[in-house]
T-cell receptor, first 114, second 115 residues
């Protein structure tokens, strides 16, 4: 089955700096890669996702890049703000109608230092 | 859009008791997923349904766990008998097959404590 590894497990950055979280996956058939943000005591919320037919996707301060050959994808947050502090999870799946299961990484606890 | 609704939000009970967690998916979504989250094991998929039919229950830890989806708007996850190691946050998520089953939208979770 799919295996997703996520690094680093914790990350602290100064407010205004950029943060990068990296994930690798094992199943070359995976083609859908979402990123979820989970604040303390809250539910995971989708912040951005990418499908394997594109290499990069941006949404304001957040971007995700995908390297299918190397089987890794990354989350980039620019101009970080205190409200970006949370745990971030990457995941991988096969869509549509493949293995709908999301395999999650182990999470990255991001702390923004004011 | 009411989102995925889970109940109860918190449950504290003694070991050996039966626990029932409930989930109402987003209207129109036809896939439903049950996850368990712990510090040690992260987010684990327990079981998921497509059109009310269980597709993959390989993540269900043991026979003490069971899940049902009697109709498109309701699902239950039952633990009987409960044990302290079942303490975790249980999330329900739903998605639409018509959108390739992604993205999945999570409910607020049930924080379960077994004493």
């Amino acid at each position: 089955g799919e295996n997703v590894e996520q690094h680093p497990s914790t990350l602290s950055v100064q407010e205004g700096d950029s943060a990068v979280i990296k994930c690798t996956y094992s199943d070359s058939a995976s083609n859908y890669f979402p990123w979820y943000k989970q604040e303390l005591g809250k539910r995971p919320q989708l912040i951005i996702d990418i499908r394997s037919n594109v290499g990069e996707k941006k949404d304001q301060r957040i971007a995700v890049t995908l390297n299918k050959t190397a089987k890794h994808f990354s989350l980039h947050i620019t101009e970080t703000q205190p409200e970006d502090s949370a745990v971030y999870f990457c995941a991988a799946s096969i869509v549509p109608f493949g293995n709908e299961k999301l395999t999650f990484g182990t999470g990255t606890r991001l702390t923004i230092i004011p | 859009d009411a989102g995925v609704i889970q109940s109860p939000r918190h449950e504290v009970t003694e070991m050996g008791q039966e626990v029932t967690l409930r989930c109402k998916p987003i209207s129109g979504h036809n896939s439903l997923f049950w996850y368990r989250q712990t510090m040690m094991r992260g987010l684990e998929l327990l079981i998921y349904f497509n059109n009310n039919v269980p597709i993959d229950d390989s993540g269900m830890p043991e026979d003490r766990f069971s899940a049902k989806m009697p109709n498109a708007s309701f699902s239950t996850l039952k633990i009987q008998p409960s044990e302290p190691r079942d303490s975790a946050v249980y999330f329900c998520a739903s998605s639409s097959i018509l959108q390739g089953n992604q993205p999945q939208h999570f409910g607020d979770g049930t924080r379960l404590s077994i004493l």
